[in-house]
């Protein structure tokens, strides 16, 4: 379970850009929640995101992943406890890297990386295999340069590489907001797919409307700074898109 | 060229190939352009000259170097990761303070290494010996690449946000590449010293340049992206690098001298960063054609 406790936190404190971002946010995220997160432009969703993660700290209040406080943690720290699937395909993967060199460093998310071989036959069978049930034809390319994948390849990649390794939190930025519409169907697709098969907990901020209701169990709508819905259930069941944007 | 010029050049070349790799290590793995090299070359003469003449067995001295420079590359990176000194000034700093500890390492602005056992006996060949302290030096180096330590700092100079993402401390994957770059580098003095027969404090003035130097004519000449062919990449490209600068200082047709060496070398610097460009030239000319 996770709990965000009174968390406020304001930009450019006491100049003229003074920017409230977020505030006095209580919201209680259940082990295996898939909470989709919307909101207008500077409604703060993206600073909550950081926040979770640990890019950014907040002025007052606690962050509690099953009771233990991450709220002083850097994001080192917390690369054991969440995993992150970023908007841009470019900052998931190492772009220099190859693909089996991109996992590999995905294996050891948030452990002490030793001077073993990153790279062994058994990991390469280990990838090929979880490659190939991805289904997005990346199972023969393991030793070829990210540069030279699609964006929708980097992000399924990206996906892989944030699931590799169990995680108490998986965030989801908008990871779909620069692809094509037909790449974005296969990435969703991937995306429940993995979710499902490691019973991850998930925050995903998304931009349509349709996809914060059709995916997850549960919509947190944001308003400058504050959450001005929290919808799961039957509630949420019998929201159509349109009731949804009824909300801002 | 006569023999004896080939070979020394072959022999300067090995040794500045350890450069190469420190410069390697920082302007491309980690995308930390230091300058403390210039400092850290004349450190691992200088260290290993003073412990020679106080004694010290050979290897022992060239291993005291070997440290010395990665002390030297941890200063830098301390003040850049602790104390938020900007990287190039950070080592600019590093390099100016050496200058006077080396001076004091030294008793002197030199030392002769006259009558001590240095690491090349006269009975020994000293291209034997480069050699087999550059490939072990390669073959640790690309140990540690494909390790998972190696790996994450990689990662560190290629994508600092996902690094991080991934629980890998920026701060110490910059500090220790740095220890090892400049250790590499310092090891390059002291071979350097013991092969020539003296330490001098203006020795580094260049080194960063012709290490640079290295680097570029390497990546021109082995393009490829698998890190394992980059480092051999660097010894090719010492070695090009001092054979070139051989032959134009020796070919008497072209009226060198020697204080025309780092003229050329920007010149060379210029030329290797310009292919690139010349080879777009190139192929696009071909396509209008066709």
């Known amino acids: 379970m996770i709990k965000l406790q009174d968390i406020s936190l304001t930009f450019n404190k006491a100049t003229p850009l003074e920017k409230k971002a977020l505030r006095q946010i209580n919201l209680v995220i259940q082990a295996g929640d898939f909470v989709t997160l919307i909101g207008n432009n500077g409604a703060g969703k993206s600073t909550l995101l950081n926040l979770l993660a640990g890019e950014l700290t907040a002025d007052t209040g606690q962050i509690l992943f099953d009771d233990q406080d991450v709220s002083k943690q850097s994001l080192e720290q917390r690369a054991k406890l969440i995993s992150r699937v970023f908007q841009d395909p470019r900052h998931g993967v190492c772009e220099d890297f190859t693909i089996e060199e991109n996992l590999a460093l995905a294996m050891k998310r948030g452990k002490r990386r030793g001077f073993s071989l990153a790279i062994t036959v058994q990991r390469k069978k280990y990838f090929k295999s979880l490659l190939a049930e991805t289904g997005i034809g990346l199972e023969d390319r393991l030793t070829e340069r990210v540069t030279h994948l699609s964006g ?31 790449m974005e169907k296969i990435i969703l697709r991937l995306t429940q797919q993995l979710i499902q098969k490691h019973q991850l907990t998930t925050v995903m901020i998304t931009h349509s409307m349709q996809q914060a ?3 997850g169990n549960r919509t947190v709508i944001l308003q400058q700074g504050k959450v001005l819905a929290d919808l799961s259930g039957a509630q949420r069941a019998a929201l159509t898109p349109l009731d949804l944007v009824e909300f801002f | 060229m006569s023999s004896i010029v080939l070979s020394s050049a072959l ?29 850290t070359f004349p450190l691992g003469a200088a260290v290993a000259a003073g412990a020679l003449i106080h004694g010290f067995h050979p290897v022992v001295a060239t291993l005291l170097a070997f440290f010395a420079g990665a002390m030297a590359g941890v200063i830098t990176g301390y003040l850049h990761v602790k104390l938020r000194v900007m990287g190039l000034l950070a080592g600019i700093l590093t390099m100016t303070a050496l200058y006077s500890v080396n001076i004091r390492i030294m008793h002197g602005p030199n030392i002769a290494l006259l009558n001590v056992t240095t690491l090349f006996p006269a009975n ?15 073959a640790l180096t690309a140990f540690f690449f494909l390790s998972e330590y190696g790996l994450a700092i990689r990662a ?47 020795l580094g003035a260049g080194t960063l340049i012709s290490g640079l130097a290295a680097v570029i004519i390497g990546e021109a000449i082995l393009i490829s992206p ?45 030329l290797t960063l310009m292919i690139p460009r010349f080879r777009n030239l190139v192929v696009r000319k071909r396509e209008v054609y066709d």
């Open chain 1, 152 to 182: 929708g390849q980097r992000q399924a990649l990206s996906l892989l590489m944030a699931t590799l390794m169990p995680s108490q939190l998986l965030l989801l930025d908008e990871h779909t907001a620069a692809l094509d519409p037909k």
């Open chain 1, 213 to 215: 209701l059709e995916l």
């Open chain 2, 11 to 39: 022999q300067l070349g090995l040794i500045y190939s350890l450069v190469a790799l420190g410069i390697f290590l920082t302007f491309r793995v980690i995308n930390f352009p230091d300058l403390t090299v210039d400092g």
């Open chain 2, 124 to 138: 020994f060949s000293p291209m034997f010996v480069l050699a087999s302290i550059v490939f072990f030096i390669i």
């Open chain 2, 156 to 202: 560190s100079g290629t994508n600092a946000r996902l690094s991080r993402a991934y629980g890998i401390r920026i701060g110490k994957a910059t500090v220790i590449t740095l220890a090892f770059s400049n250790a590499l580098v310092a090891l390059a003095g002291a071979l350097f010293a013991q092969l020539q027969g003296f330490a001098d404090v203006s």
């Open chain 2, 226 to 270: 698998n890190i394992i062919v980059q480092l051999f990449a660097c010894l090719l490209g010492a070695i090009v690098f001092r054979l070139a600068i051989a032959f134009s200082l020796n070919s008497g047709a072209l009226g060198l001298q020697a204080s025309d060496l780092n003229l050329m070398t920007a010149g060379l610097i210029i």
